[in-house]
């Protein structure tokens, strides 16, 4: 963001009221594995923080990121993380939010590597409430977090339950907070990633107990919604499955169905979708590597098949490789794709598996799956 931008949002903050600002240098856009300076802008972090304090002097109260999954770089790297981190706070930090983390351990070694390389203002650390399995391995995949094998084990034989594990990411999330609380750093705080997803971290405030647990009461035959405003609901629409391999990603965390003219349009399930668009999760060289240059429909035809016989990591339309269930109909998806018809979300027919069939099944125990065969392209 050009300075100009930054001095007009400054602005805006100060005229109305607002005194934290976290500094931020910002990430890559989407499909660029590095990072540039827009012209006219910032280079580093403390450039802006040394900008912020020479215009507004202490009128603001400022943050910056720190990094705990640093303490697993080298040595020599780690001190120079370090050191930029203490120029930021000597220029002017007030305190620290750090990026998630769920590796306690970890954190704690990188809380006394800062503090004896000199910074001694407070640090906020950094909680993401597990809401999918799914949605939590593209997180921590994406932020290169370490996941404790712990975590693994407890959550992945779920991993087509999202209401367990959910139920179980909130207790080890949980655990971690009272670790981090218990552990004598002086940490007098936690900051809670909601996502704009509110109901993860008020069941992780209340098995904190640092609010009152809701009790609800179940009166009819169905998993009651997680949502306060949903909690006395009498009819319930159809709506889609929240699988953990949809085509619709973004479902994954939603909080709530989008379900017609019922429901709140004020959610995160009702934002901008585009259903007829693809975004390329890929950057450019990622994508070359993986698709080459092809020019022809046939070069195309060969990709899909490729993808279909678990030959190929990722297409356009799908970041990752087909689910267990796919490789059922693998080899007929790959003919059928040879012959020019392009397949996107296909799925198996299934009559009466059970919910926790290691192929077919998804959702709470005790339960059977029903579904038609599909293919879309």
Same mark, same amino acid.
Request: proline share 6%.
């Given at each position: 963001?050009?300075?100009?931008?930054?001095?007009?949002?400054?602005?805006?903050?100060?005229?109305?009221?607002?005194?934290?600002? @976290?500094?931020?240098?910002?990430?890559?856009?989407?499909?660029?594995?590095?990072?540039?300076?827009?012209?006219?802008?910032?280079?580093?972090?403390?450039? @802006?923080?040394?900008?912020?304090?020479?215009?507004?002097?202490?009128?603001?109260?400022?943050?910056?990121?720190?990094?705990?999954?640093?303490?697993?770089?080298?040595?020599?790297?780690?001190?120079?993380?370090?050191?930029?981190?203490?120029?930021?706070?000597?220029?002017?930090?007030?305190?620290?939010?750090?990026?998630?983390?769920?590796?306690?351990?970890?954190?704690?070694?990188?809380?006394?590597?800062?503090?004896?390389?000199?910074?001694?203002?407070?640090?906020?650390?950094?909680?993401?409430?597990?809401?999918?399995?799914?949605?939590?391995?593209?997180?921590?995949?994406?932020?290169?977090?370490?996941?404790?094998?712990?975590?693994?084990?407890?959550?992945?034989?779920?991993?087509?339950?999202?209401?367990?594990?959910?139920? @179980?990411?909130?207790? @080890?999330? &949980?655990?971690?907070?009272?670790?981090?609380?218990?552990?004598?750093?002086?940490?007098?705080?936690?900051?809670?990633?909601?996502?704009?997803?509110?109901?993860?971290?008020?069941?992780?405030?209340?098995?904190?107990?640092?609010?009152?647990?809701?009790?609800?009461?179940?009166?009819?035959?169905?998993?009651?919604?997680?949502?306060?405003?949903?909690?006395?609901?009498?009819?319930?629409?159809?709506?889609?499955?929240?699988?953990?391999?949809?085509?619709?990603?973004?479902?994954?965390?939603?909080?709530?169905?989008?379900?017609?003219?019922?429901?709140?349009?004020?959610?995160?399930?009702?934002?901008?979708?585009?259903?007829?668009?693809?975004?390329?999760?890929?950057?450019?060289?990622?994508?070359?590597?993986?698709?080459?240059?092809?020019?022809?429909?046939?070069?195309?035809?060969?990709?899909?098949?490729?993808?279909?016989?678990?030959?190929?990591?990722?297409?356009?339309?799908?970041?990752?490789?087909?689910? &267990?269930?796919?490789?059922?109909?693998?080899?007929?998806?790959?003919?059928?794709?040879?012959?020019?018809?392009?397949?996107?979300?296909?799925?198996?027919?299934?009559?009466?598996?059970?919910?926790?069939?290691?192929?077919?099944?998804?959702?709470?125990?005790?339960?059977?799956?029903?579904?038609?065969?599909?293919?879309?392209?």
């Amino acid at each position: 963001m050009p300075a100009e931008k930054v001095d007009i949002a400054l602005r805006e903050a100060k005229s109305h009221g607002c005194r934290n600002i @976290l500094a931020l240098r910002g990430d890559p856009p989407s499909g660029q594995d590095e990072w540039t300076a827009t012209e006219g802008g910032f280079v580093h972090g403390i450039d @802006l923080v040394q900008h912020i304090r020479k215009h507004y002097d202490d009128y603001f109260e400022i943050a910056v990121a720190g990094f705990p999954e640093h303490q697993a770089l080298p040595e020599e790297e780690l001190q120079m993380e370090l050191r930029y981190l203490k120029e930021k706070v000597d220029a002017g930090v007030s305190f620290i939010f750090t990026q998630m983390f769920y590796d306690l351990d970890l954190f704690i070694r990188w809380v006394h590597s800062v503090r004896k390389a000199g910074i001694t203002v407070p640090i906020v650390p950094g909680i993401n409430p597990i809401q999918t399995w799914n949605g939590f391995i593209k997180a921590t995949t994406l932020a290169k977090i370490k996941i404790p094998q712990s975590y693994i084990d407890i959550l992945e034989p779920h991993k087509n339950n999202d209401e367990k594990v959910r139920e @179980l990411g909130t207790k @080890l999330v &949980a655990d971690l907070c009272r670790g981090i609380l218990n552990a004598g750093l002086g940490i007098r705080g936690l900051h809670f990633y909601t996502m704009n997803l509110e109901k993860g971290t008020r069941m992780l405030l209340e098995e904190l107990k640092f609010v009152p647990r809701v009790e609800t009461i179940k009166p009819l035959p169905w998993r009651q919604s997680l949502t306060p405003n949903r909690r006395a609901e009498s009819i319930r629409p159809i709506f889609w499955a929240n699988r953990t391999k949809s085509y619709l990603s973004r479902t994954e965390n939603w909080d709530e169905y989008p379900n017609g003219r019922f429901g709140d349009a004020r959610s995160p399930a009702f934002g901008e979708l585009d259903g007829w668009g693809i975004w390329i999760k890929h950057s450019r060289e990622q994508a070359h590597k993986l698709w080459g240059f092809p020019t022809t429909r046939e070069e195309i035809d060969s990709l899909f098949a490729s993808f279909c016989r678990g030959k190929l990591a990722a297409l356009p339309w799908s970041d990752e490789a087909p689910a &267990a269930e796919t490789n059922v109909i693998a080899e007929h998806l790959a003919k059928l794709n040879e012959l020019g018809f392009l397949t996107i979300n296909s799925q198996p027919a299934v009559n009466g598996a059970r919910s926790d069939d290691p192929v077919h099944g998804w959702g709470p125990s005790n339960g059977f799956v029903y579904q038609k065969a599909s293919n879309f392209g």
